[in-house]
């Protein structure tokens, strides 16, 4: 952002108080104040080289000094303004970061965009194409000078209950369960894409999900669950070996959730690493 | 309520100008106005004779003649007020439903109770018992001297699919689902429970669900709904059956919605008979 | 679609068992059967003749005649498929419901998209443009060969309480509020633009909201709201006296809901015409 | 609880193969697991001595060395069946995490509580009284020896914009918030309730929310609303001077979001000291 553009947003309205710029004698320093929730379509770029313009919901906020009364809630929505009209990648956050940080004068920003993303997905025998949606996250840290950046997804996928299965003469009980990841990894010399962590986690499933499955794909679908059963700390466990060997991945947060046939409840497994 | 409760609401501050009460010369009549949303503690009755205390979300309205430029909004809460304390039944919504017509001087009232509601239930096999939530609701509505009551559940159950049983060499996919079911019948001369549709929608299942199992209760679901495969089409029409015959029930409305564990979208079916 | 489009959906998989082809004896007639919540990227067409990408959750059913067993859920999704790659307005609906019909062999079909659609709102006095974000529906029904067609959109307003303002020595209580509205109109004569209802909407609040305001558009938006006090009652009646007056409008559903800045309920109203 | 107890959720069923106590060979620890989303009545004590039947959310994990394959899940709700029927407290929690932490045979257990919880509350005039309904959450966490708990509240509140009253000729935009907070706190010498944390927020509010208001009681809160301008910064700012003057408070939370009633998107702010 060039410095004219800056001074437009600072300085725009001076016939009316700026009431945020007041002193403030509290003396507390704010960590995080900004906007939620605001809704955004931006179009992102894809691993296969094409683009998906994706509805986002957006979290913005800045550090704010011990002598202001208030940050200036509506320049997060003008900085964004400036990136709604480009091709929009992972790495554009931090561009976005570093300029709120910048119009707003503070010492630290943060941003958070998730959003549903689609990913075509062939059944496994007959071959017909679907997307399936996924839920995404980028989120930018910058503090000071130091950047994080945190690429999130959330899986659905099938688990197959290993215990069902021994103990029952036949069937097993199996369901729909969600796998939430959060990976930080330095955007300066590595690059992960959504795709890669779906991909990852959808190898740690029972079974995968489709959305359109042939009798046939059907077929295989229930076998492949049945001969590949997985309680939540196996899937877990699965996909903390994956994650430990990337060696591009610095820290992780995973989470698997399974919604039980046999209960109204969930089973769960947590696992944070080098956060 | 007597006579003199309903005057304290109505006339209770004359030196504050009453807007509501101003005329309104657009000409319409208002068909439903009032408040949603409403937290409040109740103690309603069981059919085993205990009684149970739920958090209700309220909804309640009134009828708004064209010449009234607005309903009062807190004499609802304030009639509502004065059945806080007492033990409720699905009848006492009927006198809910005709003091709020009084003291709103409406032609037509409305008030709809949903919670969440827990019934105990022992695992199949080694009869351990712990409570199942269930969301109900209880709807009364008064047009006129007509009063209608309608009585709702959401419960969970399992499906297994007869097809994946059919095609697949051993085992099916199966996974958590969810039967919503709403009924009227004449409170004056019939009663029905919670209870009673929980038990008919849970016999339509392919299994029950369970808030503790232990591996012979396990081995015994896995097995009985392997043995008893159900498509949504089979739960909506084995509901149906029983729902046609029991003749207290003089309308009804359900919905069966499977979260497949091979999808991530859902079996449906819908139907509706008697409205 | 072509007759042979058609045959490779249903004839696929011969060395299949087809268990939804099964005779049903419950002799029970279901009214709807389907698949819910299935995610979609689409791109819609728009007022301003461009279009936009959305990613719709899509309800698709059937009736099911009383010999059937089943209906074929992958279908749905098959036919849907042909669908994606093109332009699509809320005409594609009724073609789109049309094929379901056929491909199932049913009597009656039911088609319902629901996405969140952008439209780009200037401030009312600096002009920065930014999109809001509104909840559309689209829902296509064809029973024999009669077709309906819905267009639902749900818009977020402000409204300013008409009666703090009168009883209160300054200012007034305000909030955000959100109006639902669904309309039926005949798709073979006339247009109706998602763009029609959302302006129809924000005409009758208090005052309309916007993603951007500086300082001057602040003072704008919270004097005009001040000067156009309005109960619920009175966005319902302003709203209604438009639909009624509207010629292409065969019926309609609004309800409005107005998270109270005093309570933490909402004051809520309801109008249902011609349905 | 004990030893008898144990034996009997331990080793119920030996003719069934235990495959969660198999051995495991991938060499990793898992942090968490165990069950979420499960749904019970519990009947907790309150500050006035009373007592509330509440319907709680509850999940509850335990670490799970690198050799076993699974956990019990069942053995979760045995333990927590034996609290169901007793008047529990925040201090209760202990109990239960060190039960489940030695029913599983693990080196840390959490254990988490989620309800509505209500407390009434008189208008501010007329001193009508009603319940509000405030989410709350109760956590432990036993790790080793190491106990820490955790109380969690959600406050409905109201702002005012004090920007917005600078600069309009009358009037301001307010609108409906929520505050969250989570404090830590050693409960072998101290004791925080639930109402005190609520009523710090509500002291920190431009005004706070009530279930039933005459029209004095809106004139009232109208007006405090207008006398008391607060952006979401003062708010967490008053409330952080309030936690830090607290010595009981060892760690602290807080999270702000306004729900302009001039935007769709929300006001926010964060701060979290101690953890």
Chains 1, 2, 3, 4 share one sequence.
């Not at 296969?48 to 994706?54: H, S």
């Not at 931090?94 to 940080?101: F, G, N």
């Not at 399974?258 to 969930?266: K, M, Q, T, V």
């Amino acid at each position: 952002m060039n410095w004219q553009t800056q001074q437009t947003m600072i300085n725009s309205e001076p016939h009316l108080k700026d009431v945020q710029n007041q002193e403030d004698t509290r003396d507390i320093d704010i960590q995080k104040v900004g906007i939620n929730n605001l809704d955004v379509p931006i179009r992102i770029q894809r691993k296969n080289k094409t683009n998906q313009t994706v509805a986002a919901k957006v979290r913005m906020s800045v550090s704010l000094p011990r002598k202001y009364k208030g940050t200036h809630m509506s320049r997060f929505v003008e900085v964004l303004n400036l990136y709604r009209m480009k091709d929009f990648s992972s790495e554009d956050i931090q561009c976005l970061v570093s300029d709120i940080k910048k119009v707003l004068k503070a010492e630290s920003a943060n941003v958070k965009f998730s959003f549903q993303y689609f990913v075509e997905k062939k059944s496994p025998i007959t071959k017909l194409s679907f997307p399936l949606a996924y839920d995404c996250s980028f989120e930018g840290d910058l503090n000071g000078e130091k950047y994080r950046f945190v690429l999130g997804v959330k899986v659905p996928i099938a688990t197959l209950c290993p215990c069902s299965k021994e103990i029952a003469e036949f069937s097993a009980h199996n369901q729909r369960a969600s796998v939430k990841l959060k990976v930080s990894f330095n955007q300066e010399k590595d690059k992960i894409w959504p795709e890669d962590l779906i991909e990852m986690i959808e190898n740690c499933a029972s079974v995968s999900l489709y959305a359109i499955l042939k009798r046939s794909d059907e077929k295989y679908v229930t076998e492949t669950a049945y001969n590949n059963p997985k309680f939540v700390e196996d899937i877990l466990r699965d996909l903390v070996i994956k994650l430990r060997q990337d060696k591009r991945i610095e820290s992780f947060e995973t989470e698997i959730e399974a919604f039980e046939s046999i209960h109204n409840h969930n089973a769960w497994a947590y696992q944070a690493e080098g956060i």
